[in-house]
């Protein structure tokens, strides 16, 4: 099957296991490193990878416009190099990055600023200078998840803090 599909064509891939298959294999967590050796990777538009860890640095991923990954560990420098590349990039469209823990999560406030406080999420606003884009990063703690989105000023509550 997969050799009838157009490589040129194909704009989004997503991967997720069967919910029959375990978290690990012979206690080792499953990653899914080989994605970037395809020869569509700098091409497609949306990945998705859940339930499978990527180790290769997440700098890799961002010039994919829609972009969900899964990886063991997020720091607050991961947070700061995606919150630069939505800032800066003209395609950046989302990012969504789940992990399993945190590293220096006690200077994720000092570093992002006051967050805006929601149901079981933190969300930090940035107003891209000139237009009507502010990029939402939300922390999802009950899903270990951080979230990069685009909104439209009118969007976002009128007490919220923007920076």
């Known amino acids: ?3 009838l599909i157009d490589m040129k064509q194909l704009r989004g ?3 997720r296991k069967t919910t029959e298959y375990s978290d690990n294999e012979d206690g080792k967590h ?3 490193d080989e994605i970037v050796e395809l020869d569509v990777f700098n091409h497609i538009q949306v990945l ?3 339930d499978f860890k990527v180790t290769v640095p997440l700098e890799t991923f961002l010039h994919i416009p829609d972009l969900t ?3 063991s560990t997020i720091t607050i420098e991961d947070v700061l190099l995606i ?3 939505m800032m800066t990039s003209p395609t950046a469209k989302s990012r969504r990055v789940y992990y ?3 590293k220096d999560a006690d200077t994720l406030h000092n570093t992002l600023g006051h967050a805006n406080p929601d149901f079981n999420e933190e969300s930090w606003y940035f107003k891209l200078p000139g237009l009507d884009q502010i990029l939402q990063i939300s922390w999802k703690w009950h899903d270990t998840c951080f979230s990069f989105t685009w909104n439209k000023t009118s ?3 009128n007490n919220a803090v923007v920076y």
């Open 13 to 15: 891939i997503w991967i």
């Open 30 to 32: 499953l990653t899914l």
């Open 100 to 102: 399993d823990s945190i």
């Open 69 to 71: 990954v899964t990886i």
């Open 83 to 85: 919150k630069e590349n």
């Open 155 to 157: 969007c976002i509550y």
């Open 48 to 50: 998705s990878i859940r």
């Open 1 to 3: 099957m997969a050799r």
